[in-house]
């Protein structure tokens, strides 16, 4: 079965730094692209960013693109999330989500990891 | 960037048909995803590549997508149904996921 379980930093002020883990199991962890998807307090789901199985290439959205820094270790089966320059609106549920294939979708999720930045 | 918009809010009776919109340019040319996701719980994937169910979503849930517009369909809606959908996409353009507004569906 496949398990995708989010921790780490979930309080931090404004202009600081927070790093998000996301550890996985029950699958082949170096096929599969990963993702990051966040959803601030009673608002929608907002795609962050994606990564490639290898690392090469990285997608992330207008919003954190220059503050956020995904990357993975294949070696751990782990995917990460590095977030600096923390800003208010940045408060939100983090789940780190695995497609099914190609562009099929994100069928697995994480419970989610709530972020706070504030002063 | 590419935006897919939804209706923030949808009422059907139970037992009725719910249609739940996805409008985004040229949708129809994207393979559209479908979420369901209930309060304080992770989104469930309901419909994948515009009209296919995982295994365990019930036959009642169903989708199309053309033109510009994508739908998904709750056939005899059930209170266990009430929930919110989201549609998503994947803009090419700009290589980057895009999630519609969501909609919430109340069945009573």
């Known amino acids: 079965e496949v398990y995708l379980v989010e921790s780490g930093g979930s309080v931090g002020r404004p202009g600081g730094s927070l790093r998000l883990s996301c550890a996985t199991s029950?699958?082949?962890?170096?096929?599969?692209?990963m993702s990051w998807v966040r959803q601030r307090p009673g608002k929608g789901l907002e795609w962050v960013s994606v990564i490639n199985w290898n690392g090469a290439i990285r997608s992330y959205a207008d919003s954190v693109r220059g503050r956020f820094t995904i990357s993975r270790d294949n070696a751990k089966k782990s995917l990460f999330l590095q977030m600096n320059s923390l800003r208010a609106d940045d408060t939100a549920v983090y789940y780190c989500?695995?497609?099914?294939?190609?562009?099929?979708?994100?069928?697995?999720w994480g419970q989610g990891r709530l972020v706070t930045v504030s002063s | 960037s590419y935006v897919l918009s939804q209706p923030p809010s949808l009422s059907v009776a139970p037992g009725k048909t719910a249609t739940i919109t996805c409008g985004g340019d040229?949708?129809?040319?994207?393979?559209v995803h479908w979420y369901q996701q209930r309060p304080s719980q992770a989104p469930v994937l309901v419909i994948y590549?515009?009209?296919l169910r995982p295994s365990g979503v019930p036959e009642r849930f169903s989708a199309s997508n053309s033109g510009n517009m994508a739908a998904l369909t709750i056939s005899g809606a059930e209170v266990g149904d009430e929930a919110d959908y989201y549609c998503q996409a994947w803009d090419s353009g700009s290589d980057h996921g895009v999630f519609g507004g969501g909609t919430k569906l109340t069945v009573l």
């Open positions: 989500a695995r497609e099914g294939g190609y562009n099929y979708g994100y069928v697995y």
């Open positions: 590549h515009d009209n």
């Open positions: 040229i949708i129809g040319t994207k393979s």
């Open positions: 029950g699958f082949k962890f170096e096929d599969f692209d």
